[in-house]
């Protein structure tokens, strides 16, 4: 089991890296909360991991902090819910919010987050709640994300709901519906995390 890679970046968006290891290029799935900690293109970046298999694929799944991966092993262990799903989860809401909406067990913060229905939420809680209060999941506060040269905060954030399955034209709509409710420019995580309650 891969727990870490530590190596140059290749490329990075808000949905994927891919990290060179000693000459091996790595592809690694993220989830948008943590493309904010990754460094630039060329750094030497280091990013938690964790390798799915199932007997049709082998997928690697990254993550900047420590509770962001242990989020994401909790809901992989939910029965119906899936790495994708659970991807689209911590791109959709911090981990403390979620940690905080299943102690609390409010099903409309829940049921607001992209991929998750009444059913789903239910199951996440009931699943869910004894093991949370358990431990520990706060995070730091990510950096601000730097916006790529000659590629908009919009076409990227398009690209990462493209990557987390929806079609290109809900997805635009979606960007633009988020960008209208501010009237300042909004940094890409954020963009993302609005475009989601309109994407469903």
Do not use: C, W
Request: hydrophobic letters at 40%; charged letters at 30%.
């Amino acid at each position: 089991m891969i727990a870490y890679l530590e190596g140059k970046l290749i490329e990075k968006n808000p949905t994927h890296l891919i990290l060179d290891v000693a000459g091996v290029g790595y592809s690694v799935n993220i989830p948008v909360s943590s493309y904010s900690h990754l460094g630039e293109i060329g750094e030497i970046v280091k990013i938690l991991t964790y390798q799915h298999v199932r007997e049709d694929e082998l997928k690697l799944y990254g993550f900047s902090t420590k509770p962001e991966k242990d989020l994401f092993e909790l809901l992989i262990s939910v029965n119906g819910v899936g790495p994708k799903v659970a991807l689209g989860i911590l791109s959709s809401i911090s981990v403390e919010d979620f940690q905080r909406s299943i102690l609390e067990e409010d099903l409309d913060v829940l049921t607001h987050i992209s991929g998750v229905g009444k059913k789903i939420a239910q199951r996440l809680i009931v699943e869910l709640k004894e093991k949370l209060t358990k431990v520990d999941l706060r995070t730091e506060k990510g950096v601000e994300v730097r916006e790529k040269i000659g590629v908009s905060v919009e076409d990227e954030a398009v690209f990462a709901l493209v990557s987390l399955g929806y079609n290109k034209f809900d997805a635009r709509k979606a960007i633009e519906k988020a960008n209208s409710e501010s009237e300042e420019k909004l940094p890409i995580e954020e963009l993302i995390k609005r475009a989601l309650k309109y994407a469903k």
